[in-house]
């Protein structure tokens, strides 16, 4: 069936730091693929997606390059902030919506 | 902007009682869905909800579990006899606008905490 690998966490940075978090996927067909991101005590918040083959999703200075041929949409911020400390899930959306386990990221100052 | 919203955000409970989980998914939105997330673990589908019927379900959603759409607006997800396993966080999500499609995005409620004592 359809899966999502997304790199084990916890993730800890210091502020400007350059983020990395590797997302790989497993699907039949071709799925849409999306990042969520969930703030400490909130619930889930779309990211960014991408919809098909070569398509950069971008939003808030993360982006993620939907990439067919190596089945992956990692998650990239060049600089990042105390404020994107939460836990990232990546999915995709083939029949139904399929969540990889998320990675919790905590900025230092 | 419009969104989904859940009640309660924090719901605590005995073992075998009923609970009803409510959500209001955006008002245009024609899919509705639960998803759970046990603390610690991934978010996991539970159900979709299309046309006045279930048109998907996973495993997890057994018959303690029902939904339902009583009038135009509200959704709820129904726990017939609640289990300490069922101790997880309940999210609510819509998608597909008239003329939309099923790949479009799915947004999500801010949760409702169930704890089971």
């Known amino acids: 069936g359809d899966s999502v690998t997304q790199m084990e966490g916890p993730v800890t940075l210091s502020e400007e730091a350059f983020l990395t978090i590797n997302c790989t996927y497993t699907?039949?067909?071709?799925?849409?693929l999306f990042w969520y991101v969930q703030y400490p005590g909130e619930g889930l918040q779309l990211l960014l997606k991408a919809t098909k083959a070569d398509d950069k999703g971008s939003n808030k200075g993360f982006e993620a390059t939907y990439r067919k041929e190596t089945t992956s949409f990692h998650l990239e911020k060049g600089s990042v902030q105390v404020s994107d400390s939460a836990v990232y899930f990546c999915a995709l959306k083939a029949e139904k919506l399929v969540f990889g386990k998320g990675t919790k990221l905590t900025v230092n100052p | 902007e419009p969104e989904v919203t859940q009640t309660p955000s924090h719901q605590v409970t005995q073992m075998g009682q009923e609970v009803i989980l409510r959500c209001v998914p955006i008002?245009?939105?024609?899919?509705f869905y639960w998803y759970r997330q046990i603390l610690g673990q991934k978010v996991e589908f539970l159900v979709s909800?299309?046309?006045?019927?279930?048109?998907?379900k996973s495993e997890i959603f057994d018959d303690q579990f029902s939904v339902e759409r009583p009038d135009g607006s509200n959704f709820t997800l129904k726990i017939r006899s609640t289990k300490l396993e069922d101790s997880a966080m309940y999210f609510c999500?819509?998608?597909?606008?008239?003329?939309?499609?099923?790949?479009?995005?799915?947004?999500f409620g801010p949760g409702t905490r169930l704890t089971v004592l």
């Open positions: 699907a039949t067909g071709y799925p849409s």
């Open positions: 008002s245009n939105h024609l899919y």
């Open positions: 909800f299309y046309n006045n019927e279930i048109s998907e």
């Open positions: 999500a819509s998608s597909v606008p008239p003329g939309g499609s099923v790949t479009d995005t799915q947004y």
